[in-house]
């Protein structure tokens, strides 16, 4: 459980990093340019880091139902080399899956001057500024988009009925209360992340006539609530990280 915590801490903080300089820049300084080539590398890492964050999230909840299903057999089921095994198929599935945008939108053409709606670069918002065909691009994301978060979030899905199940047969309503609890915290973190990623789509299709700072707002609360959020809701659920964080306090 503390590796795939670690791996969600490390996303979090690539996400954040990867946003927050473009942003700081144009609310506090004013700087509201960004070269194209720039603009393509942030894009690259802040889909990347996204679709490391859903594929992390899948991973917990599969390290919730082993731990649930096979209680005795948890240690021997998700050794070091099969959680080190699946962090790296994460990485590598979410490099490969964003890699060919980055050039896909460098074959096209733009204005020289072009207005984004974000304070950071984002593949759909890119997209709208071409001049040129974009059929290739819009449907090479809309394919990346099913196979990472779309696909992940099945499975997720998935993955929760079959926990529930598997609580269910447990006799002890005592125990059943214990199982669930243990998901709360990775609830929350779903909860925390694919909301704000459904609204902000929302918006994008049926929020044309509304406000741009909705649409900011929305962008905003989708890169930075769930850093955010992430390291608060673990640290309130999970006693041994707030023992140890209390007792980093009182030294």
Known sequence: MYYFLSMLALTDLGLSTTTLPTMFSVFWFHAREISFN???VQMYFIHVFSIIESAVLLAMAFD????IREPLRYAAILTNGVVIGIGLAIAARALALVFPASFLLKRLQYHPVNILSYPFCLHQDL???TVSSRRVSSIYGLMVVICSMGLDSVLLLLSYVLILGTVLSIASKTERMKALNTCISHICAVLTFYTPMIGLSMIRRYGQNASPIIHVLMANVYLLVPPLMNPIV???KTKQIRDR??????Q
């Open 38 to 40: 720039a603009c393509l």
């Open 245 to 250: 964080i209390l007792k980093k306090f009182k």
């Open 234 to 236: 673990y640290s309130v």
């Open 127 to 129: 997209i709208k500024t």
């Open 64 to 67: 919730r139902f082993v731990a």
